[in-house]
């Protein structure tokens, strides 16, 4: 399971969603939107290997393609000769799957994927946005497989699809959503790994409920001992969801995470953000996890929350830094030395918590009700 690595306006997004009742079976969208390579916000080209595509209502045969976002257009080349430029363009599923090949990486989605050119807010230059549309059904199945861990036991992978399910069942009819860490990891037909099917199958309308409204679920690998309440984590955007409590964990043991990561910043790169002061903590939460924590950057006092600063570090000098939220600062010599255990922010369910309790014959529901206590499981539909 992929590390949660949400971001403040994603926070906010999600918890102004706290009194969106809810929405009827979950079958009644037949499809998500999902922008792809969201990690990725300056991406200028790819390569479709697959598919066919389709210009106006002529659909071409893919070669494969080069697919380049120019200004305010698509230029589509093959072989390094320029085929026909247009404004935007979409890639139909001729048989399983459209290929896709990124940074030397491929990726197959079913569905439809429609493209066109943007401008990167950053670097002011043209950008390519794709966009998949995906059965609700395949989308529940890929992000299930792309967020667990091969092996783990079918209980986690039914958790997981509850948890998705739950997600969708907030979301307003026709939302794009992302395909990366900031809300529901979606890496494509790939990771519908064999059982995955049938686990989701088994789960199908099921969602997390607290007080008969759809709970806002959060997951993360490893909490190292014990999980974080939402509050000192979030702040009180999460007051309204007593559900995401500080649960005593000692399931997560067999993670490469439980063990302390020992990591170094250079003093000099470390100061260009946090200043040449290092940087102070102010308090801890039950699972010591850092609450605020000040610096001074560019002659400025800041102070962030333990989450804020966490991100802020992970982004600017790589997540490997602190895997996990509950991590501490000191000097030595010319380094920071970075020290964490766990992996994510830890509020809610600890993925290989939940791989090692569904081991012990915990059931998919026991293990929700277990990381998010006051909820229950609600069927919204027919399977």
Request: glycine share 10%; aromatic share 10%.
């Amino acid at each position: 399971m992929k590390r949660r690595l949400l971001s403040l306006s994603l926070v906010i997004l999600l918890f102004a969603a706290l009194f969106i009742g809810l929405r009827p079976a979950l079958a009644a969208s037949e499809s998500v939107r999902v922008r792809l390579f969201e990690a990725h916000p300056d991406l200028r080209s790819v390569r479709a290997l697959s598919g066919f595509v389709s210009v106006g209502q002529a659909p071409l045969p893919v070669g494969p393609i080069e697919i380049t976002a120019v200004a305010h257009a698509l230029s589509i080349t093959r072989g390094g000769r320029v085929l026909l430029e247009v404004p935007r363009l979409q890639i139909k599923t001729k048989s399983t799957s459209i290929a896709l090949e990124v940074n030397g990486k491929i990726r197959h989605y079913t569905g439809t994927i429609d493209f066109q050119s943007t401008v990167d807010p950053h670097s002011h230059t043209p950008a390519l946005v794709a966009i998949n549309r995906v059965s609700t059904r395949d989308y529940v199945e890929s992000s299930v497989g792309s967020e667990l861990q091969p092996g783990w036991p079918a209980e986690v992978a039914k958790a997981q699809a509850v948890m998705t399910q739950t997600i969708l069942a907030r979301c307003k009819p026709g939302e794009l959503l992302g395909d990366s860490t900031e809300r529901n990891v979606y890496l494509g037909a790939d990771y519908v790994r064999p059982g995955i099917a049938a686990q989701v199958q088994s789960v199908w309308n099921q969602i997390l409920t607290y007080q008969g409204r759809p709970a806002v679920p959060f997951w993360y690998s490893t909490c190292a001992g014990r999980t974080s309440a939402g509050t000192d984590v979030f702040g009180s955007a999460a007051a309204g969801m007593p559900y995401l409590q500080s649960v005593k964990c000692d399931f997560c043991k067999d993670s490469p995470f439980w063990q302390e990561t020992v990591t170094k910043i250079p003093q000099a790169r470390f100061a260009t953000v946090f200043g040449a002061d290092l940087p102070q903590f102010h308090g801890v939460d039950e699972a010591s996890r850092p609450l605020a924590v000040s610096y001074r950057s560019h002659g400025k006092k800041q102070m962030d929350s333990g989450y804020q600063f966490w991100t802020l570090l992970g982004q600017k000098f790589g997540w490997d830094k602190a895997p996990g939220l509950r991590f501490s600062l000191n000097r030595k010599g010319d380094d920071v030395i970075v020290s964490s255990t766990g992996a994510g922010h830890g509020v809610g369910l600890c993925g290989w918590g939940a791989a090692a309790q569904a081991k012990q014959g915990k059931t998919y529901k026991q293990i929700l009700q277990f990381y998010f206590p006051g909820t229950s499981v609600q069927f919204t539909g027919r399977r």
